[in-house]
């Protein structure tokens, strides 16, 4: 028994040290928390018990619950068909035969107060398409919330209540944030209002599917009705607005993101001023630029965005004299790493201000002035393309014909000539590559091509290369692929 008791005290020992050791390491943030709350900044503190660790996240969450909301809307469906009834007759000048009344479907979300009088941030898919907005306090008291503006490009939402000396939560700098670092989530999940959940920021700098996608990834727990809800560091500043999940059970598995601050402060200032939010435009379509690219365009480096297309001729890139296969290495004196950098930086630029665009063209830098358009609404989906790939043949494994003008037509092809793939081999080069049935090649490297033999003779003509970078034209989009010849 003695045995077994020395075993246990053991096990405790190595827990309260793990216990204090955590503490220790949360020192800092702890000090922060101390300034934030109005206390003269000390030297990192040495917390001496978990209890002192529990008293940072529950002094944060004092500071920044006040300023947390339940949001309920009441949105209207679209009208539906009672069973039976498709297909019938229409009288002119009424609704269509059998057709119901739109419903009210109820919905929740969160969200947190960033001025005293009342301006709320929220997600855009928790109040974009409310009819009716109530907003309840942390305190019980009930408010109805107009909506000032919304920006599904972020899923950004603002709303705003009648009512002055709220209690509200500041707007960290959320560049400054840190893998690693200890942050609270704090919403209504399940509708379960002032929920707090903690957790570390697994990553930062995610990009999902938008062109405006900067999120913050955090292992704090969230889940449906926190939407729109605040993401807090341990200074008790808003870092993020917690917009989703991934998850195969609906409900929280450890992989959460949020919008971060410093975006989401953008959006706020346009939404209060202007009701919307306006974005710089270039009109192109811009591709990361890969070593085959770069040496196929004459490219130095990789640095830079490669235009894969220019949206039409009456975009300010067309009207600049942009093409497709210029490389954009400068804008507005400032040099380009990467597309989503020249896109965040296209949208912050005001809309028609005159910059100056440096590219390299054939291996040439050049330089041209465009001025800036406004950046037209996002696409509500993309085309799918559900073409079935069947055996072919060749070097890139894909059977060719030339296009024709009525190929180009049924097509709506910018470029009326090249190579339409009528087949690909599912597991030849192309293939891997993502070329489907119905791309066009217009050029292969630097070669152009206007038929199905030009497209075979440069294909033959590649004496050892391991890669070969296609321009192609998709759904009337052209853009670069680079396709890998090695078996």
Known sequence: ME???????????????????????????????????????????????????????????????????????????????????????????????????????????SGVIISPDGYILTNNHVAGDAAEISV???????????????????????????????????LGDSDKLEQGEWVIALGSPFGLEQTMTAGIVSAIGRSLRGAYDNYIQTDASINPGNSGGPLVNMAGEVVGINTMIFSRSGGSEGIGFSIPSNLASKVYGQLVKNGKVTRGYLGVNLQ????????TLGVQATDGALVGDVANDHSPAAKAGLHSGDVIVEFDGKAVKSPRQLTEVVADTPVGKAVQVKYVRDGRTEATSIRLGERPGAKASERADDSEATQGTGKLGISIATVTPEVASELKLKISTGAVIQNVQPDGPAAEAG?????????????PVATADDLTRAIRALKGEKEVVLQVERSGQLSFITVNLEE
Request: aromatic share 6%.
């Open 136 to 170: 309840k306090m942390s305190d019980g008291r009930e408010f109805k919330a107009r909506r000032i503006g919304t920006d599904p490009e972020t899923d950004l939402a603002v709303i705003k209540v009648n009512a002055q000396n709220l209690a509200y939560a500041r």
């Open 288 to 295: 990361p630029l890969t070593s085959a690219m770069a040496k």
């Open 3 to 109: 045995v077994n008791l020395s075993n246990l005290n053991k096990k405790f020992n190595r827990m309260r040290a793990l216990a204090f050791a955590l503490a220790i390491a949360l020192g800092v943030s702890f000090s922060a928390h101390k300034y934030a709350f109005g206390q003269q900044a000390q030297q990192p503190a040495v917390l001496t018990s978990p209890a002192e660790l529990s008293r940072v996240f529950i002094n944060v969450a004092k500071q920044v619950k006040p300023a947390v909301v339940n949001i309920d809307v009441i949105e209207k469906t679209k009208r539906t068909a009672l069973n039976g009834s498709e297909g019938l007759p229409q009288i002119p000048g009424f609704p269509p035969f059998g057709e119901m009344q739109p419903r009210r479907q109820r919905g929740t979300g």
């Open 435 to 447: 070329l489907r049935r119905g791309d066009v090649v217009h050029r292969v490297n630097r070669t």
